[in-house]
């Protein structure tokens, strides 16, 4: 082999040694770029998780000294029901708002303790279907996903009958909803059904609670009685607002327009599901951090002067 020969090999393999030389280095910069970011987005989720959790003791703090000092009524005036304003901090900001779920239709009110259906829970439900374009025969199916027989409870109930029929097939939860979102799984609420009524239920553990009518939407206000007019309801619960008015008792909300209208009959019948005071609520964080926004839900409850956080999600909402 001639020498010019050899010094031709040698400069290709000295270019192919640079070559991955630098296919190597270009690697690691890569990986450790990788690593950086990663290790930068878990510093990011880990210190949004700290700031939600502290708005979460803020919430908490103010339900407390709202016990401690106006424990008997909650309404839309006091300090809990105002919005978090954003609170700055490091590259970002902190805000939230704190949303009762003592003022919504309590969905596992249907059945009471031993199983049976509540009659008088049952018609008001049936009332808001009704009124957010949904058959009231739906209670039916409702119902029937939480009692614990396998009979159904009429012309639109379903057990697990139904629901092993499906193509996706499950069984029906014989059991309390454990969140709102366990509706969708129900005959008849699916997809868009689901929607119209979301913001009107929720899933509280006690089957006893009651709906507070101080933070209750016009809606579902106007679904204790098929008379009431949803217009009418919305003006007068806006104009109590816009005074700084709210309900001490039930008897104030039917001594008030549009609510006198009611039958005594009915007014006697839903006495049993309405009250002033509420121990269930949702706080909703929002975090913004290096301009990206992530969202928190926590679930609190307040009892005994004492707020417990019942459940968290990282889910947006």
Known sequence: MSIKQQQGIALITILVMVALATILAATIAKRQANTAENTAYLMRQNQSLLYAKSAEAFFSELLVDDANNAGAVDHLQENWAKPMPAFPVEDGFVSGTLQDESGKFNLNSLVNAEGVANPQAKLWFEQLLLRV?????????????????????????????????????????????????????????????????????????????????????????????????????E????????????????????ATEPFKQVNPDVQSQVNALLGVQSNYFKAKIEVLLSERKRQFSSDLVRKDKTVYVVYRSMAPF
């Open 235 to 254: 003006q007068a619960l806006q104009k109590r607002q816009a005074n700084l008015e709210h309900f001490s008792n039930i008897n104030d909300l039917w």
């Open 133 to 233: 374009g949904l058959s009231e025969k739906l209670s039916e199916a409702v119902i029937d996903w939480q009692d614990t027989n396998d009979e159904t409870s009429g012309t639109m109930g379903a057990e697990n009958g139904y629901y092993q029929g499906l193509p996706q097939s499950y069984l029906a939860a014989n059991a309390k909803f454990h969140s709102v979102e366990e509706l969708k799984l129900v005959r008849g609420f699916e997809d868009q059904k689901y929607l119209q009524i979301v913001d009107y239920v929720s899933a509280l553990p006690a089957s006893d609670s009651k709906v507070n009518v101080n933070t209750a939407p016009a809606m579902l206000l106007a679904s204790l009685d098929p008379k009431l007019d949803i217009k009418a309801v």
